[in-house]
């Protein structure tokens, strides 16, 4: 018989056994040489961090027109640590696929207990 226990892993979170290792690329900043008031992204030199989650794959849709077809694939990356540094804009990979981070994550807290399991990352990969 399975309870809720069964799913907790010993207090720590959920017992995520089936992970996959991903890594998150982050771009840096630096001035824009048009206006130096600004700065813009720099994936010259990106800071990485290496992690473990589970994808999930949601959908998958070809778009055409006249001059390209595109076929866009979003999936969600469930992170049983709920503090990783994940922000929208990051690129996220399993050294095969290419994910970009399309939303804010979010780290949800159940409002009765306090318990906050994982993180959640919306992303897609646009091929075309």
Same mark, same amino acid.
């Not at 994910?99 to 207990?113: C, L, Q, S």
């Given at each position: 018989m399975s309870t809720a226990a069964d799913f907790v892993g010993g207090g720590d979170g959920l017992a995520m056994d089936a992970l996959t290792s991903l890594t998150r690329t982050r771009a840096g900043k630096r001035t824009d040489p048009y206006n130096p008031d600004r700065t813009i992204v720099d994936w010259s030199d990106p800071s990485t961090l290496a992690f473990e989650g589970h994808v999930s794959s949601q959908t998958s849709a070809r778009q055409t027109d006249a001059v390209r077809a595109q076929l866009i694939t979003t999936v969600q990356i469930v992170v049983p640590d709920p %503090?990783?540094?994940?922000?929208?804009?990051?690129?996220?990979?399993?050294? $095969?696929? @290419? !994910?970009?981070?399309?939303?804010?994550? %979010?780290?949800? &807290?159940?409002?009765? $207990?306090? !318990? @906050?399991? &994982?993180?959640?990352?919306?992303?897609?990969?646009v091929d075309g």
């Open positions: %503090t990783t540094d994940i922000r929208a804009g990051d690129r996220i990979t399993d050294g $095969t696929r @290419h !994910w970009k981070v399309t939303g804010i994550p %979010t780290a949800d &807290t159940n409002p009765f $207990t306090g !318990w @906050h399991p &994982t993180l959640v990352a919306d992303v897609e990969e």
